[in-house]
């Protein structure tokens, strides 16, 4: 079955500063990259997802990109803010049938003021 | 909120208790999933339920048991557990046939005493 690997498990970075988290994925024929940001005490929410017949796709200070061949796929975040800090888990899906997203182990995000 | 709903919000056991977790969905989705988060293995999943029948079982022992009644309506039957069971269980749903985000509720945290 798919395999998620995501890095670094924490990050610290200053305000205004960017912050990227990386993701491989073990089955080729994933299709569907999603982003998820838990805050503490909070559910996980979709913050940004990806296909495999795109890129790169932007969403004001949040990027996400995707290289099918080396499988993997990145989260960036620039100019950063303390509202950031959270808990972010990529994840990745197979279009078999209802298969379940499988997760990262996530990352702990701290945007230092 | 998303839609999602789960109930009690927090629950305390003693290993000897029976006890239900109830999570239900407004969304019209077709598969509903189980996924335990504990600072050991974040976002472990424990069950898929599509079209009401169950679909995988991650190797959850059996005192932790699903019941899908129908396609809003997931519940996780408890029953002897112990205290490493201790953590937030997590029910999410999306709609099987499209492969798109899963929506997540609040969480029930669970304390085995």
């Known amino acids: 079955g798919e395999n998620v690997e995501q890095h670094p498990s924490t990050l610290s970075v200053q305000e205004g500063d960017s912050a990227v988290i990386k993701c491989t994925y073990s089955?080729?024929?994933?299709?569907?990259f999603p982003w998820y940001k838990q805050e503490l005490g909070k559910r996980p929410q979709l913050i940004i997802d990806?296909?495999?017949?795109?890129g790169e796709k932007k969403d004001q200070r949040i990027a996400v990109t995707l290289n099918k061949t080396a499988k993997h796929f990145s989260l960036h975040i620039t100019e950063t803010q303390p509202e950031d800090s959270a808990v972010y888990f990529c994840?990745?899906?197979?279009?078999?049938?209802?298969?379940?997203?499988?997760f990262g182990k996530g990352t702990r995000l701290s945007v230092i003021a | 909120e998303t839609g999602v709903t789960q109930t009690p919000r927090h629950l305390v056991m003693g290993m000897t208790n029976k006890k239900s977790l109830k999570c239900e969905q407004h969304?019209?989705?077709?598969?509903m999933y189980w996924y335990k988060q504990s600072a050991k293995k974040p976002l472990e999943l424990m069950f898929v339920?599509?079209?009401?029948?169950?679909?995988e079982n991650n190797s959850v022992p059996s005192r932790f048991s699903p019941e899908c009644p129908n396609s809003s309506h997931l519940f996780l039957h408890l029953h002897t557990l112990q205290p490493e069971d201790s953590a937030l269980y997590l029910c999410?749903?999306?709609?099987?046939?499209?492969?798109?985000?899963?929506?997540f509720g609040q969480g029930t945290r669970l304390t085995v005493v």
């Open positions: 999410a749903s999306s709609q099987g046939s499209r492969n798109t985000e899963a929506f």
């Open positions: 089955d080729s024929a994933s299709n569907y």
């Open positions: 990806i296909r495999s017949n795109v």
């Open positions: 994840a990745a899906r197979t279009p078999s049938g209802n298969t379940p997203l499988v």
């Open positions: 969304l019209g989705h077709n598969a």
């Open positions: 339920y599509s079209l009401e029948e169950r679909v």
